[in-house]
C-alpha cells in the first residue's frame, strides 16, 4: 500500500492512519503475546473454514542451521547470561558435568541434520563420549504429567544420546571415558580434534573433499561454541589450538589430494625411467594419474637439464652412468622447502628455449626430509626402527608447483632409490599425512565389545554330522 500524495485532502490520510490494521490487510493473523503465526479455529463462518493456530513461529521457519558463513548466536538476556555463568558453567562445578550440558545444549541449537549429525557423533565417540543412539527415550515415550513439570532442560536431559558414562564395575564400557577409571585417558581437545580430522574423517569420506569440508566444520563449529560460552577456561588454550588444527586442515588436505595426484613429478618418473624396470611394483596410484614422462629421449634430457642448473654441468658429464645401488622405504617427514631463486629461475627460462619440445621439464626446487617412524596402530609400526645410516635428512629434487603445496612436518611415504653418484630420486609415494597426524588409540575401540562368558565347548569337525541329522528333523 502506497502512501498518499500530497496534494491529496488530510481527510484521507486521516481515514487511513485510524483505520485498524485488520489480519487481512497484513498478512496472516498473528499472536500479539509470542508472534506466531494465529490460524483461528471454530465453526465455519459465511462459508469459509477457520484455519488451525500454528504452533510454530514464523521465526523459527526462517531460523538457519548454525553452519552459515556468517552466522552468529542470537544475543542472550541477563537470565540466560547469569544461568551460564553462574548454574551450568561455574568453574568450580566438575568438568565432566559441564562439558556434557555444553555437548547437549550444542545440539539443541543447531540444525545438524543427518550429515553433519554423523560426523559429529563419530568425533564425540572418537574423544571418549557416548554418543551411541538410545531406544524408546524420545518425548513420546515420557508421561504428559512428567513433560508439563518439566523444563526445556530436564526433557533434553532426559532424551540426550550424549552422556559420559559414569557407572561402577558392573556398568562400565571400556570403549568410554569414565571420570571413575580416568587410567590412560587426558582431556586433550588439540589432539581428539588431530586425530579425527586427519585420521578417522578422511577414511569416513575418502576422496571426497566437500564431505571433508563439512566434517572438519562441524567440528570447529562446536570447538567455537565452546570456547564462546567459555565452558572450560581451565582449557582455554587447548581449544584454541584445536581450531587452528582444524583450519590447518582445511588448507593442508586439499594440498596433499593434490600431491597425490602430481607426485613423483616429470624429474623423479625420468630417473625412474632410466634406471628402473618397468616390471617393477607400482605405487598404486599409477593406474589413475598419467604419466609425464614415457620415453628415455624425453627423460634424458630432463634428467641432464636439471642436473646441470642446480648441481653443474660434471654432475652429469659422468663417465660412466650410474646405477642403483640401494632402494628402501621409509616415511619422511619434510624439515625444509627450498624455492628456486632468480638466478635459478633464470637458467630454466633459458634451457627452456632449447628444450621447448619436451613440455614435463620444468623449474624445480628441493626440499630435505628425514625418516620417522609413525605410530599408526599397525604392529609393524610398533616394532619399526631406523637403522642409523639412514636416519640423516635427505635431500630431494621436486618440481615447484609441488614445493608450493608442500608443508614443513607433512609425512611421506616413500620408496627412495639411491644411485651409484649419490644422487636420490623418489620412485613411487605411497601416502602423505599432514602436519598434525595423529593416530589415537580410541581409532582400535571403535567395535570393540567386551568378552562374554560361553559355557558351550568350542565347536570340532563333529558338529558337521549333527548339523546334517538335524537338518533332516521335522
Excluded at 504452533?55 to 548454525?66: E, F, L, Y
Excluded at 581409532?443 to 568378552?451: G, I, Q, S, V
Aim: glycine share 6%.
Amino acid at each position: 500500500m502506497t502512501a498518499a500524495s500530497a496534494s491529496e485532502p488530510d481527510s484521507r490520510r486521516t481515514l487511513l492512519e485510524d483505520t485498524p490494521k485488520d489480519d487481512s490487510l497484513g498478512g496472516p493473523p498473528r499472536n500479539p503475546d509470542n508472534g506466531e503465526i494465529r490460524e483461528e479455529d471454530g465453526e465455519p463462518e459465511n462459508g469459509k473454514k477457520k484455519k488451525k493456530t500454528s504452533k510454530r513461529s514464523a521465526g523459527a521457519k526462517k531460523r538457519g542451521t548454525g553452519f552459515e558463513e556468517f552466522y552468529c548466536d542470537p544475543p542472550m538476556t541477563t537470565a540466560e547470561h547469569n544461568e551460564e555463568v553462574n548454574i551450568i558453567y561455574p568453574p568450580h562445578r566438575p568438568f565432566v558435568d559441564r562439558i556434557e550440558e555444553c555437548i547437549q545444549r550444542f545440539r539443541a541449537r543447531r540444525r545438524l541434520g543427518p550429515e553433519r549429525d554423523g560426523f559429529f557423533t563419530r568425533y564425540l565417540m572418537l574423544g571418549g563420549i557416548d554418543a551411541t543412539v538410545r531406544q524408546f527415550q524420545g518425548t513420546q515415550n515420557i508421561g504428559a504429567d512428567v513433560l508439563e513439570d518439566s523444563t526445556r532442560a530436564d526433557v533434553r536431559e532426559m532424551t540426550a544420546d550424549d552422556v559420559i558414562q559414569r557407572g561402577g564395575d558392573s556398568n562400565h564400557n571400556p570403549r568410554f571415558y569414565n571420570p571413575n577409571y580416568p587410567e590412560h585417558w587426558d582431556v586433550d581437545f588439540t589432539g581428539v580434534a588431530s586425530g579425527f580430522v586427519s585420521e578417522h574423517l578422511p577414511k569416513m569420506v575418502g576422496s571426497s573433499m566437500k564431505d571433508f569440508t563439512i566434517g572438519v566444520e562441524v567440528v570447529l563449529n562446536f570447538l567455537k561454541y565452546v570456547d564462546r560460552h567459555d565452558v572450560c577456561p581451565e582449557y582455554a588454550e587447548d581449544v584454541k589450538s584445536a581450531q587452528k588444527v582444524c583450519l590447518q586442515a582445511l588448507e593442508e588436505m586439499p594440498a596433499i589430494a593434490e600431491l597425490l595426484r602430481l607426485v613423483p613429478g616429470p624429474f623423479n618418473t625420468a630417473l625412474r625411467v632410466l634406471h628402473c624396470d618397468k616390471d617393477e611394483d607400482t605405487s598404486g596410484f599409477d593406474c589413475f594419474v598419467e604419466t609425464p614422462v614415457s620415453n628415455a629421449t624425453d627423460a634424458k634430457l630432463i634428467r641432464a637439464g636439471t642436473l646441470a642448473i642446480h648441481f653443474g654441468v660434471k654432475r652429469w658429464l659422468a663417465p660412466e652412468a650410474p646405477v642403483i645401488t640401494d632402494t628402501s622405504e621409509y616415511t619422511f617427514e619434510v624439515r625444509k622447502v627450498s624455492l628456486s631463486d632468480d638466478a635459478i629461475r633464470a637458467k630454466y627460462t633459458t634451457m627452456k628455449q632449447h628444450l621447448a619440445r619436451v613440455p614435463a621439464f620444468r623449474p624445480c626446487g628441493t626440499f630435505t626430509a628425514r625418516p620417522v617412524v609413525i605410530r599408526d596402530g599397525w604392529d609393524n609400526t610398533m616394532r619399526a626402527t631406523i637403522p642409523p645410516e639412514a636416519d640423516v635428512d635427505h635431500e630431494f629434487v621436486l618440481e615447484e608447483d609441488m614445493l608450493r603445496l608442500l608443508r614443513e612436518g607433512m609425512k611421506l611415504t616413500m620408496v627412495v632409490c639411491t644411485l651409484s653418484d649419490g644422487l636420490r630420486f623418489i620412485k613411487h609415494v605411497r601416502a602423505i599425512k599432514p602436519s598434525f597426524y595423529v593416530f589415537l588409540p580410541q581409532e582400535l575401540m571403535n567395535t570393540y565389545k567386551e568378552p562374554v562368558l560361553n559355557d558351550r565347548p568350542a565347536r570340532s569337525i563333529h558338529d558337521r554330522w549333527e548339523d546334517e541329522e538335524g537338518d533332516g528333523e521335522d
